[in-house]
């Protein structure tokens, strides 16, 4: 089973986003890793097996920033290891997202992104490639219409996570017959 988690803060996430990750170990799952935004840039950090690789990764590969989302996976497409772990990224590397759920359509819709170079045997891969491509069509217009004109074409149960480079306060969170959590922490000024 996966958990996802997503955090904009007025300080650095990735501790945070490991502990949330280490709350739902419970869980089981053959994969973890985290994106965050830093500068301008998503930094992602990504171990095959448990918790502690993810942990050992970051120790020699941090990933600083205040934005950022985080995964725990369950292999249901693709096997467990690195390039299928979550997050995932858009061909530019501008766009990651994390995922619980099945995609049901995810073969229609990776035959209809003609162009886009895949490197994971996912599902997950497919809607941000998906929201890349509506966002490049939108030529500015915020990141909410991009993520939902994909949600109009995805079929099945899940909730995600979206995180823009170019939107350096923003998480787009959405679900659809899977359940999603929202909060606000203390101390948290947005």
Same mark, same amino acid.
């Given at each position: 089973?996966?958990? %996802?988690?997503?955090?904009?803060?007025? +300080?650095?996430?990735?501790?945070? /986003?490991?502990?949330?990750?280490?709350?739902?170990? #419970?869980?089981? #799952?053959?994969?973890?890793?985290?994106?965050? /935004? $830093?500068?301008?840039? *998503?930094?992602?950090?990504?171990?095959?097996?448990?918790?502690?690789?993810?942990?050992?990764?970051?120790?020699? +590969?941090?990933?600083?920033?205040?934005? &950022?989302?985080?995964?725990?996976?369950?292999?249901? @497409?693709?096997?467990?290891?690195?390039?299928?772990?979550?997050?995932?990224?858009?061909?530019?590397?501008?766009?990651?997202?994390? @995922?619980?759920?099945?995609?049901?359509? =995810?073969?229609? *819709?990776?035959?209809? /992104?003609?162009? @886009?170079? !895949?490197?994971?045997?996912?599902?997950?891969?497919?809607?941000?490639? *998906?929201?890349?491509? #509506?966002?490049?069509?939108?030529?500015?217009?915020?990141?909410?219409?991009?993520?939902?004109?994909?949600? +109009?074409?995805?079929? &099945?149960? !899940? &909730?995600?996570?979206? /995180? =823009?480079?170019? !939107?350096?306060?923003?998480? %787009?969170?959405?679900?659809? $017959?899977?359940?999603?959590? *929202?909060?606000?922490?203390?101390? +948290?000024?947005?």
């Amino acid at each position: 089973m996966c958990g %996802i988690i997503g955090i904009v803060s007025g +300080e650095p996430v990735a501790d945070r /986003l490991v502990d949330g990750l280490k709350r739902m170990e #419970y869980r089981g #799952y053959d994969s973890a890793g985290i994106c965050t /935004l $830093n500068e301008g840039s *998503l930094i992602r950090r990504r171990a095959e097996g448990k918790l502690a690789n993810l942990v050992q990764v970051l120790a020699s +590969e941090p990933a600083p920033g205040n934005v &950022g989302i985080a995964h725990t996976r369950w292999a249901t @497409h693709g096997h467990p290891n690195e390039p299928n772990a979550h997050p995932h990224f858009s061909c530019d590397r501008r766009i990651s997202l994390v @995922h619980n759920g099945i995609i049901e359509n =995810f073969t229609q *819709l990776k035959k209809e /992104l003609r162009g @886009h170079k !895949f490197s994971s045997d996912t599902d997950t891969e497919v809607m941000v490639h *998906l929201i890349e491509k #509506y966002y490049k069509a939108e030529k500015g217009q915020h990141p909410l219409r991009a993520v939902s004109r994909a949600m +109009e074409k995805i079929q &099945g149960s !899940f &909730g995600i996570v979206v /995180l =823009f480079s170019d !939107f350096p306060d923003l998480l %787009i969170a959405a679900r659809r $017959n899977s359940p999603l959590v *929202l909060g606000v922490g203390k101390g +948290e000024n947005f």
